[in-house]
């Protein structure tokens, strides 16, 4: 597929001439489902049409996600509000690898608080992955960080915790799927980045992100409550 990028620089945007570029070729992925919302398997390349404008265009490659090696980064959050959810944690790791990672699949594990460290690195044992964590919740071991080392105050940083593994791991990554199973609550208090760096690194290395979000909601309904009665009671003595 050729279609125009439009590019705009920090000094193009002052002079208001934006840079125009062709794109010979466009990843699309997608998913078809039937009438009962069920996934279509075994299409094939004439099964489709691809348009730009009204015109016919050429595909060049066609796979399906389920021939392509995948690769993937699992993000576990091991912050404080985390602690009442590793066993489930590790239920979902366990039942996740044992059904998705083959032969062919690798993947690593990385844990956040307020650090990013590599558990294990590339490994299509999901044995040797789950171990790997086991021994990192028992202070056993030396895991390295991903990213610089930066002064962190409070505890947890999500959005750090998705950028330095897809620009450190997966973004040299040449085939196959790629993506990050996020394990997590999604609270953010002390990253370097903020939600767009992280959408906009996933994008441009062409990584999927899933999340798995664990909370409770009646902790977090009485926090809320408390924190909304400080508000308003700091405003009135105000």
């Known amino acids: 597929m050729?279609?125009?990028?439009?590019?705009?620089?920090?000094?193009?945007?002052?002079?208001?001439?934006?840079?125009?570029?062709?794109?010979?070729?466009?990843?699309?992925?997608?998913?078809?489902?039937?009438?009962?919302?069920?996934?279509?398997?075994?299409?094939?390349?004439?099964?489709?049409?691809?348009?730009?404008?009204?015109?016919?265009?050429k595909i060049a490659f066609f796979a399906r996600s389920t021939d392509l090696p995948l690769t993937l980064g699992l993000i576990v959050d091991m912050s404080g509000s985390q602690?009442?959810?590793?066993?489930?944690?590790?239920?979902?790791?366990?039942?996740?690898?044992?059904?998705?990672?083959?032969?062919?699949?690798?993947?690593?594990?990385?844990?956040?608080?307020?650090r990013i460290r590599l558990v294990n690195d590339y490994s299509d044992s999901s044995g040797q992955l789950m171990d790997s964590l086991h021994e990192l919740e028992k202070n056993r071991g030396d895991f390295p960080e991903l990213g610089p080392h930066e002064r962190r105050i409070l505890g947890t940083a999500f959005y750090d915790a998705i950028v330095y593994p897809i620009t450190e791991r997966l973004a040299s990554v040449e085939q196959g799927s790629r993506a990050l199973i996020l394990f997590s609550d999604g609270e953010d208090n002390s990253s370097a980045h903020h939600m767009l760096d992280a959408i906009e690194t996933a994008q441009s290395a062409d990584v999927r992100i899933f999340a798995i979000r664990y909370t409770e909601l009646d902790q977090w309904a009485d926090e809320r409550t408390e924190q909304i009665w400080h508000q308003r009671n700091g405003a009135a003595g105000a």
């Open 2 to 57: 050729r279609a125009p990028l439009l590019v705009c620089l920090w000094s193009v945007c002052l002079a208001q001439e934006p840079i125009r570029v062709d794109v010979h070729l466009v990843n699309v992925s997608f998913a078809v489902r039937d009438s009962r919302g069920a996934l279509v398997p075994n299409l094939k390349r004439d099964d489709f049409e691809v348009y730009e404008d009204g015109v016919p265009q």
């Open 83 to 114: 602690e009442h959810f590793v066993k489930q944690h590790h239920h979902d790791l366990e039942k996740f690898l044992k059904h998705t990672l083959t032969s062919r699949d690798r993947a690593f594990i990385v844990a956040f608080g307020n």
